[in-house]
């Protein structure tokens, strides 16, 4: 007998990743043809460490390795839509999301999760943003020029 599957600790991260000239990778997801979205992934575990979650979703989601893991020091606390709850314990509402930034080289094609995500596109980043469904995810690839420009100062 298979036992039920946990609820997700409502804690996560999102990682905006992008190229030095500010292409953005977006992925479509699969329970909701339609929705794009940057990277995203709850802990696994209370104690993982941000920066470990961060990695490991885009790993598990693109198949991706490697690149310059940022911590934007960016936070956002939101409702937790009502179609996603059931995922939570009960009565958990709001999420903790914590944001980084990871930058490649240039553009690569992704190995999605098949499960997680239908189709990839690498677009400028403010066509990125235009294209996310959740408004804190098209904040942050808002924010991207900014932290470019800190990441590259001498």
């Not at 490697?66 to 995922?87: A, C, E, K, Q, S």
Request: aromatic fraction near 10%; include cysteine; charged fraction near 20%.
């Amino acid at each position: 007998m298979q036992s039920a599957k946990p609820f997700k600790i409502p804690e996560s991260v999102l990682v905006v990743i992008h190229t030095p000239d500010l292409q953005v990778l977006l992925i479509e997801r699969a329970d909701h043809p339609g929705y794009w979205q940057s990277v995203t992934g709850s802990k696994d575990a209370p104690d993982e460490p941000l920066a470990e979650t961060a990695r490991r979703e885009v790993e598990e989601e693109t198949g991706i390795s490697g690149g310059t893991l940022t911590d934007w020091n960016l936070v956002n606390v939101y409702d937790i839509y009502p179609h996603w709850r059931h995922r939570y314990a009960p009565g958990v509402t709001r999420n903790t999301e914590h944001v980084f930034g990871l930058l490649l080289p240039g553009p690569t094609v992704p190995r999605l999760a098949p499960r997680e995500h239908l189709a990839w596109q690498w677009l400028p980043w403010h066509e990125a943003a235009d294209r996310c469904f959740s408004p804190s995810n098209a904040e942050a690839v808002l924010q991207l020029p900014r932290f470019v420009a800190v990441e590259a100062a001498p």
